[in-house]
């Protein structure tokens, strides 16, 4: 069965500073997705950036980048130029492509992420 | 720009309970999941549809919870009789494929009293 582990039950950055949230995996596939997901305050969560497994490359999306490590089975988020809007909570998750399991999500726990003036 | 609409919002109800909430995905979308995220933890599935078809259940207890898609487009899940185990928030989420992205609506909040 595949697991998702998010170390950093919580963090803290400046505005207009970097952070880094961190994320491992594990599971015996060899092609899936990795998700990260934003989800602020009562308000419902949404997509941050995807990761295709079999991609090189590492995603960005504007100042959001992952850096994927496959075969540490780790995939980090960095926010660059971090502003008030990013405080929320922050998912990793795993999406198997095969079998029953195809589709659905395995989310970690979440990191809580507070952006400071 | 389409969402998914859950109602209630906020429910408290007292154990032994019936409760139900309902989904309306994306129009379009095929797969509708149903999560149950409780407080302090990621979300955790239920079930997912394909369609009016269940897809996969095996984390939904099934003496109590029920979910059905008669239509293939919205979604009631059902909780008979709640207990105070339950009190969570109930995620919607639908996808276009099965592999794509999950775009969720914003829960319902449930207190088992």
């Known amino acids: 069965a595949q697991t998702v582990t998010q170390s950093q039950p919580e963090m803290s950055v400046q505005e207009a500073e970097t952070v880094t949230l961190s994320c491992t995996y594990d599971t015996s596939e060899n092609n899936y997705y990795l998700f990260w997901y934003k989800q602020p305050p009562s308000r419902q969560m949404i997509l941050v950036i995807r990761?295709?497994?079999?991609?090189?490359q590492n995603a960005t999306e504007n100042r959001f980048s992952v850096n994927f490590q496959k075969a540490a089975k780790s995939f980090s988020l960095k926010i660059s130029d971090s502003q008030l809007g990013d405080t929320a909570m922050y998912f990793c998750?795993?999406?198997?492509?095969?079998?029953?399991?195809?589709?659905?999500?395995?989310f970690g726990k979440g990191t809580k992420l507070s952006v400071k003036p | 720009e389409a969402e998914v609409a859950q109602s209630p919002r906020y429910k408290i109800t007292e154990k032994s309970q019936a409760v139900a909430f309902w989904c309306d995905p994306i129009s379009g979308h095929a797969t509708l999941y149903w999560y149950r995220q409780i407080l302090g933890q990621g979300p955790e599935l239920l079930v997912q549809?394909?369609?009016?078809?269940?897809?996969?259940d095996s984390q939904l207890p099934k003496d109590r919870f029920s979910a059905e898609r008669l239509k293939g487009v919205d979604s009631t899940l059902k909780i008979q009789p709640a207990e105070l185990g339950d009190s969570a928030m109930y995620l919607c989420a639908s996808s276009r494929l099965v592999t794509g992205e999950l775009f969720f609506g914003e829960g319902s909040r449930l207190t088992v009293l």
């Open positions: 998750a795993f999406m198997s492509l095969y079998g029953g399991s195809q589709g659905n999500l395995i």
């Open positions: 549809f394909q369609d009016e078809s269940v897809v996969d």
């Open positions: 990761q295709e497994a079999y991609k090189q």
